[in-house]
Every structure is written in structure tokens, then in C-alpha cells.
């Protein structure tokens, strides 16, 4: 019986969080030109709904593709991290290829996704670079892009969004006429959330009508004026519009029309402001992306803004909608649309205005830095992954201004240091952590010991990708300034990192020697994170040199150290490496109960290497025990989670030697195309239920369905949950037939029929026609008993 589909994430599209208006055409237009064209670009003026435009027209359309996502690059200012951006968005580590594009290619390939780049124009060349690499390797994936300009690369479609429609200047219009303008819709509707029961009446219609002109049908203008009716008449509305365009008139005359319109607009609430929420909403543009409450009391409070009054002044932005309300991981956070923040940052002043804020956020910034490096080794451990990844845009913008400010290149690269343990090891962020270690380290070159520490870092996040060549260098040269310090702890971290990089490459009478000497001196000076690496570390390559009762005790001590601490995340590193330890002694029950502690105790991270180096650990253990199926799943389940995040279980040699074995006698049991059924079955577990079935959360999923003397004929197939009539389509789809041929061929109207697929695809949890073709080939070869069933279709 063939495999239900797993469900699988698709990509991170947000929900409508109110009515979409209008745009029939233009989102006619954009599925018409990506049938056509593997780059569209929707351009237009900030503030004319492209981002809204692009989600909607991207929803639309799931269907078609395996993913959707959707990347917000308003954030973003340095032009070297869009693809790292990118990789990050879709959770795609970086580990197991040169750079984050390269992981991206392998990722993308083999399946249709469609990329939703949001907010281009400040990094035009960037991202036409960038996606001119990407749609030449992968040939199924399609852009939508949103930018003030086009991208200016072959093959690019350009769609310029206009306004939306509004009445024409005094043409008369009575009754519902108004209503048949979806500016004059957007309005209505906007206007109600703010006075409920609003709606058009022959008194206000012409007013209406007449503000709505004066805004050029530009939707953010609408809608930020709709919301000035908690305290204004339409009436009065249009009148201060008339003297705010007034007051704009003698502005660029280069500048197009509409975007001096929005300005006046955005001027105009920004005059409404009392002295101090100016002077807060100001403060606040020096934030990228969202932001909580307790950055904008650190940085913009003080000079003319309370501390107490931050909260009333925040609440009074969200209602004038200068500001967003977002829920992230269930924390409430802000946001500013780039084009207000763009204003908001020019109210600033001049550059020492500028800095001021700046200088604020990256001490903010460091301040949460320090925080969690000193509270990364306990219980609050799970909490600042998770702060730390929502911070990224912030750590970045407080990483370059280090950067760019005289005299703060060795303040940032101390940051850069305290983010390793928290940040950049557990997410898998070995490429950027390298990046900003590297630019920071020539913009910082005194002898320093935050110099020597990010040496040593440098080389282990190398080490980690397998960059032996660039990693050893940078180890010789933190040790040698280590060693001209005369500092015993970066001594001592030296040779910790070369340690692990002999037991990587399987030197480990040389990671014996090292890892003990740092062991020694990291639990003599009271490191005990340091300590505890060392440690479970030495425990390996013990076990590897044949000393397995020494391993043994190192591995239990270890354990109990990272316990006593409230510690998670290395302590399903080592329950990991434990399980390996155990497994080769023999002990598969204790084996599997620690592997699968390790998955428990690693789930809140999304640390892909620990949790696909158990999942590929409970592989051997079960073909150990005779349990080929269930063996294979489990390789293919820890290649599947690893795989779509770019990284690789298998980084420590002997790692790779025990995976192949392990795949060579599977082979030789099962037979070739059983092995490759099963490792598939395995491949298309998401993460969740990849976990779930190693942990036995739920029962395992069917076999391989293969016949053979151990396991029988496969299974007859469970009833259709389809109706009849859904099967005689099901049947259709899998012989190649259109949605025309067969209307025709069941005398139905075209409209029927993709009302039945569209059931057809839900009940089935599918998201596309080929899916449907597949799952009904899968099922009459089950039934036949054939040979062999196909693997689960992929959920498209």
C-alpha cells in the first residue's frame, strides 16, 4: 500500500490580515506573464501596493508550485548578504557548499518554487545579479520581484502598477457609481474598521470622491487617511490636503508627480504629530525590520521622550498606522513601512543626529549580545536562540556600524566573538559568521585577545564547512598571537579547535592529546561551556582509539555536567556522539534511548547537523538490529531534514565510513530498488514527522511495499476518499488529459471539473494535478500486487 503524502511546509506566505481590493487585471496580468517568463518585476511608486499585489498574486497560485516564499529585503543594506537572506528565509544552512547561493541551487533543484523577492530597488544590482544565477541553475524556479525599478536582466518581464482606479475629475456620478472605483472601495472599507457603521451617503459621497483624486488612488495614502477620521470629517480631510500639496508644490520637478503627492501625504501626518511622538517616530526609522518594545525604550527614550510615556506614544503611532503590529513566536513586535521610515529617517537631521540613534541601537544591540553569551550555558538557553534569530536584521545593522564608524571596528568584533556560542554555531550561520568575522578583523588588526578568539572561531566555523584550506591558516595565527598574549583560556581554545579538526579528519591519538590538554585548562580556570566540549569531545575520540571504559566515563561525566547546568543544546550534541559510542559497543538499546534523548533534547533549536546525525545514528542502530525498512527510512529522514537546509550530518570522517556501510549492507539485504524505496519514503518526511517517527510519537509509516521473501506481498490500498465522479477525474488526470478534455469527455462544464479538482486536491492534501497522476498510478499497482509500489507522491 502506497505511503500517505507527508504534509510539508510550502513556504511562509502571511495571512490577509485585511480585505485585498480590487487588482482583477493586474493579478490576471502577473499569472499570464510567469506562464510566460521566469522574472517578473512589478514596479511602481512606494506606497502603490506591489508587496500586496505580489502576495496576493503569489497566493493565489501555491497551487502551481511545490513553494512559495516570500523574502523582505526592505531590511537589508549591505549588498554581499541578499542570497545569505535568502538562504535564511527558507531556513537553508550554508554548511555543505562554498557560499549561501550555491546551497540555494542544490536546495531549489529538482522542484518548482516560486521566489517572492519584496523590496529590490536599494539593491538593484545585488539581486539582479543574484537571481540572474539562480533562474540559469534552476530551471523551475520562478521570481516575483517588487522594486521602484526593474531588475535590467535578460529575460525580465517588467509590470508597472498603477494607483488604483478613482473617478475621473468632474465627471458627475450618482447613486452607487462611486462604488464601481476600487479607490473609492479601498476607502469605504478602510474607513468602516476605523468608524464602524461608515459608509457612503449623498452628503459625503462627493467628498469622498474628491479625497480619493487628491490622493492619486495611491493605497497607503488612502489608507493613512482613512484613519484620520477618529478625529476628522472627509470634509476637513480634503480641505488640509489642500494646503499641505500647497506647501510641496516648489519640491523636485524631477521627481515623478505621485511621488511628491505621497510625500505631501506622509508630511501631512507627520505635522499631526505631537512634539514628542515626531521625535519618537524618528528615532524609531534607525530600527531594520520589526522591533520590540524594549529596543525603542533603550535607544529612542530620553531628550524630549519619557521612558514612561514610550508605551502611550507606541500605541498612538500604531493608531495613526505610522506603525505595524506583527506577532512574532508569539511576542508582539513593530514595524515601519520603508517608505515611512525613508521620511522618518530624513527628519533626523544631519549626520551627528544620525549617529546618535545609531550609536544607541548598537549598544543596545551589544548589550543583548553580552546577555545572552552570559546566559547561553543554563535554562534561558532556548529562549535566546530564539530572541537572538528574531534580532538578526538588528545584528547586522549593529555589526556595520561598527564597522563604518571610526575607532568601533574592535567594539564589533568583540560582538561578532559573543555571538558564536548563541548565534552563529547552533543556527548553522558558518558563512556569515565568517564573513563579518573576517571584514571586522581587517578593519580591527591590533594584537588583541578578541583578535586571537576570533581567530580560533574563524577556523572552527571553516572547519565545520570542510574549508580545511582557509581554516588552518587562521587556527596557526590565533594560536601564535594566544601564544604572544601569553592567555592560558585562548591557548587553551586553540586547542580545543584543533582538536576537533583531528577528530574530523580521523587523527585521534592527535584530538586525544589536544582536547584533554584543553580540557584540563578550561576546568581548572571555571569555563565550564568550553570545558564541557572538550570533554565529550575527548570522549569520542577515546572511544575511536579502542579505550572504550575511559569513553564511557568521559561521556557520563560530560552528561551530568551539561544537566547540573539546565544545558540543551550541547547536551544533544554529546547525547548524539554518546549514542555513536554506544551503538559500536554493542548496546543498541541504550544506543537508540540516547539518540532519541539527543532529538529531544536538540528539537527546540532546529540545529539540522545534531538532529540529522541522530536521525542517521538510529539508521545503524536499526539495521543492527535487524530492521532494514525502518534503517533505511531513517537515512533517508536524516538526508531529507539536512538536505533542505543545505548542512550535512556526515562532517567527521568516520561518520561517512559508518554511513556507507551501513547503506552497502542494506543494499546487499534488501536488494537495490527496496533500499531505494524506502531511503525515498524516508527523504520526503518533513522534520516534524521525521522526529515523530524516530521517536515513536507515531507508528511508522508502511514499509518499501517491495515483495520479497521477508516482507511480504504489499498491502492492498485503503478505500478512495474520493467520490465516484472524483475518481472518473483522478483516472483522467493520470491518463495526461486537460481540464478541457475532460469537461468534454464527462460532458461537464470546464468550471466543474476544476471545482472537483480543487476538492479533490484538498482531500488528498495535494497542491497539484501531477500529484493526483501519481497517487492513482501508486494505487493500482498496489492492487495489482505488482512488484513493488512507488514511493509516496511528492507533496506538490
Known amino acids: 500500500m502506497p505511503t500517505?503524502?507527508?504534509?510539508?511546509?510550502?513556504?511562509?506566505?502571511?495571512?490577509?490580515?485585511?480585505?485585498?481590493?480590487?487588482?482583477?487585471?493586474?493579478?490576471?496580468?502577473?499569472?499570464?506573464?510567469?506562464?510566460?517568463?521566469?522574472?517578473?518585476?512589478?514596479?511602481?511608486?512606494?506606497?502603490v501596493g506591489k508587496t500586496r499585489l505580489a502576495l496576493r498574486a503569489a497566493a493565489e497560485q501555491h497551487r502551481a508550485f511545490d513553494a512559495v516564499w516570500l523574502v523582505d529585503l526592505s531590511g537589508l543594506t549591505d549588498t554581499k548578504l541578499v542570497a545569505e537572506t535568502v538562504a535564511a528565509t527558507m531556513g537553508v544552512r550554508d554548511q555543505s557548499e562554498p557560499s549561501p547561493a550555491d546551497a540555494l541551487i542544490r536546495v531549489l533543484a529538482g522542484q518548482r518554487t516560486l521566489l517572492v523577492l519584496d523590496n529590490c530597488e536599494h539593491l538593484r544590482d545585488a539581486c539582479a545579479s543574484f537571481a540572474n544565477r539562480l533562474l540559469r541553475a534552476v530551471p523551475d524556479l520562478r521570481i516575483l520581484a517588487t522594486s521602484r525599478q526593474s531588475l535590467g536582466i535578460i529575460g525580465e518581464y517588467q509590470m508597472k502598477i498603477a494607483p488604483l482606479a478613482v473617478p475621473e475629475p468632474d465627471r458627475p456620478l450618482t447613486g452607487r457609481a462611486p462604488e464601481l472605483y476600487d479607490g473609492v472601495c479601498l476607502f469605504q472599507e478602510r474607513a468602516a474598521a476605523i468608524v464602524p457603521g461608515f459608509h457612503l451617503t449623498p452628503d459625503n459621497r462627493d467628498a469622498v470622491v474628491e479625497l480619493c483624486r487628491r490622493l492619486d488612488g495611491i493605497p497607503l495614502a488612502i489608507e493613512l487617511a482613512a484613519v484620520r477620521l477618529r478625529a476628522l470629517s472627509v470634509d476637513t480631510l480634503v480641505e488640509r490636503l489642500d494646503d499641505r500639496y500647497a506647501c510641496l508644490t516648489g519640491g523636485s520637478r524631477t521627481a515623478a508627480p505621485r511621488q511628491r503627492t505621497l510625500h505631501a501625504l506622509v508630511d501631512w501626518s507627520y505635522q499631526l504629530l505631537s512634539p514628542a511622538e515626531r521625535t519618537l517616530w524618528s528615532r524609531m526609522s534607525v530600527f531594520p525590520g520589526h522591533f520590540g518594545l524594549e529596543a525603542v525604550e533603550a535607544v529612542c527614550a530620553g531628550d524630549g521622550v519619557e521612558p514612561e510615556d514610550v508605551l502611550d506614544l507606541v500605541d498612538a503611532l500604531l493608531d495613526k498606522s505610522l506603525l505595524l503590529r506583527e506577532e512574532h513566536h508569539g511576542e508582539v513586535r513593530y514595524?515601519?513601512?520603508?517608505?515611512?521610515?525613508?521620511?522618518?529617517?530624513?527628519?533626523?537631521?544631519?549626520?551627528?543626529?544620525?549617529?546618535?540613534?545609531?550609536?544607541?541601537?548598537?549598544?543596545h544591540c551589544l548589550c543583548l549580545v553580552e546577555r545572552a553569551a552570559d546566559e547561553w550555558f543554563g535554562p534561558a538557553q532556548a529562549g535566546w536562540f530564539a530572541r537572538l534569530r528574531l534580532e538578526r536584521a538588528h545584528l547586522r545593522a549593529a555589526l556595520e556600524f561598527s564597522l563604518n564608524e571610526p575607532a568601533e571596528a574592535e567594539t564589533g568584533l568583540r560582538m561578532a566573538v559573543l555571538l558564536f556560542d548563541p548565534h552563529w554555531m547552533p543556527n548553522g550561520l558558518y558563512s556569515e559568521g565568517r564573513y563579518w568575522l573576517d571584514r571586522l578583523m581587517r578593519a580591527a588588526p591590533e594584537p588583541t585577545a578578541v583578535r586571537a578568539e576570533a581567530l580560533c572561531q574563524d577556523a572552527h566555523l571553516a572547519f565545520m564547512q570542510g574549508d580545511r584550506t582557509a581554516a588552518e591558516p587562521l587556527l596557526g595565527m590565533g594560536r601564535a598571537m594566544a601564544e604572544k598574549l601569553d592567555d592560558r583560556r585562548l591557548l587553551a581554545f586553540a586547542s580545543l579547535i584543533s582538536g576537533i579538526a583531528a577528530h574530523q579528519r580521523g587523527d585521534h591519538a592527535r584530538a586525544a592529546v589536544l582536547l584533554e590538554e584543553a580540557a584540563d585548562v578550561f576546568t581548572a580556570t571555571g569555563h565550564v561551556l568550553s570545558a564541557l566540549v572538550s570533554l565529550f569531545c575527548l570522549a569520542a575520540?577515546?572511544?575511536?582509539?579502542?579505550?572504550?571504559?575511559?569513553?564511557?566515563?568521559?561521556?557520563?561525566r560530560s552528561l551530568a555536567l551539561a544537566e547540573s547546568h539546565g544545558e540543551s543544546w550541547i547536551r544533544s550534541i554529546l547525547l548524539g556522539h554518546f549514542a555513536i559510542h554506544e551503538w559500536r559497543q554493542g548496546d543498541y538499546g541504550r544506543a537508540t534511548s540516547l539518540a532519541q534523548e539527543s532529538l529531544r533534547a536538540g528539537r527546540g533549536f532546529d540545529d539540522r547537523v545534531t538532529i540529522g546525525l541522530a536521525l542517521e545514528t538510529l539508521g545503524w542502530i536499526r539495521q543492527s538490529t535487524g530492521d532494514p525498512v525502518g534503517a533505511a527510512r531513517m537515512l533517508g529522514a536524516a538526508d531529507g531534514v539536512c538536505r533542505t537546509a543545505g548542512v550535512t550530518a556526515l562532517w567527521v570522517d568516520r561518520h561517512r565510513e559508518f554511513h556507507e556501510r551501513c547503506a552497502s549492507a542494506l543494499r546487499a539485504e534488501m536488494g537495490e530498488r527496496a533500499f531505494g524505496g524506502a531511503l525515498r519514503r524516508g527523504q520526503w518526511l518533513t522534520l516534524d514527522?521525521?522526529?515523530?517517527?524516530?521517536?515513536?510519537?507515531?507508528?511508522?509509516?508502511?514499509?518499501?511495499?517491495?515483495?520479497?521473501?521477508?516482507?511480504?506481498?504489499?498491502?492492498?490500498?485503503?478505500?478512495?476518499?474520493?467520490?465516484?465522479?472524483?475518481?472518473?477525474?483522478?483516472?483522467?488526470?493520470?491518463?495526461?488529459?486537460?481540464?478541457?478534455?475532460?469537461?468534454?469527455?464527462?460532458?461537464?462544464?470546464?468550471?466543474?471539473?476544476?471545482?472537483?479538482?480543487?476538492?479533490?486536491?484538498?482531500?488528498?492534501?495535494?497542491?497539484?494535478?501531477?500529484?493526483?497522476?501519481?497517487?492513482?498510478?501508486?494505487r493500482k499497482a498496489a492492487g495489482r500486487n505488482s512488484d513493488g509500489a512507488p514511493p509516496p507522491p511528492h507533496p506538490r
Open 541 to 556: 575520540s577515546a572511544g575511536y582509539l579502542g579505550d572504550a571504559e575511559r569513553a564511557g566515563r568521559l561521556f557520563e
Open 4 to 47: 500517505a503524502a507527508p504534509e510539508r511546509q510550502v513556504g511562509n506566505l502571511p495571512a490577509d490580515l485585511t480585505s485585498f481590493v480590487g487588482r482583477r487585471r493586474e493579478l490576471a496580468e502577473i499569472r499570464r506573464l510567469l506562464s510566460v517568463s521566469r522574472l517578473v518585476t512589478l514596479t511602481g511608486v512606494g506606497g
Open 689 to 778: 514527522d521525521a522526529l515523530a517517527e524516530a521517536l515513536g510519537e507515531q507508528a511508522a509509516e508502511g514499509g518499501t511495499g517491495e515483495r520479497d521473501e521477508d516482507h511480504g506481498p504489499p498491502a492492498e490500498p485503503a478505500p478512495s476518499p474520493l467520490t465516484p465522479r472524483e475518481d472518473e477525474i483522478a483516472e483522467l488526470i493520470a491518463q495526461g488529459l486537460s481540464n478541457k478534455e475532460i469537461s468534454s469527455a464527462l460532458v461537464i462544464a470546464q468550471r466543474t471539473t476544476e471545482g472537483h479538482i480543487e476538492h479533490m486536491l484538498t482531500k488528498l492534501g495535494f497542491i497539484s494535478r501531477t500529484q493526483i497522476a501519481v497517487w492513482v498510478t501508486a
Open 335 to 363: 514595524r515601519m513601512l520603508e517608505t515611512l521610515r525613508e521620511f522618518a529617517r530624513n527628519r533626523l537631521g544631519g549626520p551627528d543626529e544620525r549617529r546618535s540613534p545609531a550609536r544607541r541601537h548598537r549598544d
